[in-house]
């Protein structure tokens, strides 16, 4: 059974940094593609970052390029995203998502406010 747990948000004043973690388990981490998602209120879900499953390739959104950095440990089977330079419009529920099996994780709130 495929179990995504992400855990690192919280309250962070703007130009704070804050990184989330994705622990995985259920399934062989190694092989899937990871994405971060995001989904702020009244807003669609959006890409935040995505990585391949080697960890050698990754792609962020327009929005947060240069300021967020999506990486991954296969040996301990998690997915990160570092987010730096924090903006309120950062503000939103991050979700993590194993590409391969269309999983997505429970989502945890990251709130950026002074």
């Known amino acids: 059974q495929v179990q995504l747990v992400e855990s690192g948000g919280g309250l962070v004043q703007p130009g704070g940094s804050l990184r989330l973690s994705c622990a995985a388990s259920g399934f062989t981490f190694s092989r899937s593609p990871m994405s971060w998602y995001r989904q702020a209120p009244g807003k669609e879900r959006e890409l935040v970052a995505s990585i391949a499953s080697t960890g050698d390739i990754t792609n962020v959104a327009d929005s947060v390029k240069g300021r967020f950095t999506i990486s991954r440990d296969n040996g301990k089977n998690t997915v990160y995203l570092q987010m730096n330079s924090l903006k309120p419009e950062d503000t939103a529920v991050y979700y993590c998502?194993?590409?391969?099996?269309?999983?997505w994780g429970q989502g945890i709130q990251v709130t950026v406010s002074s």
């Open positions: 998502f194993a590409t391969r099996f269309g999983s």
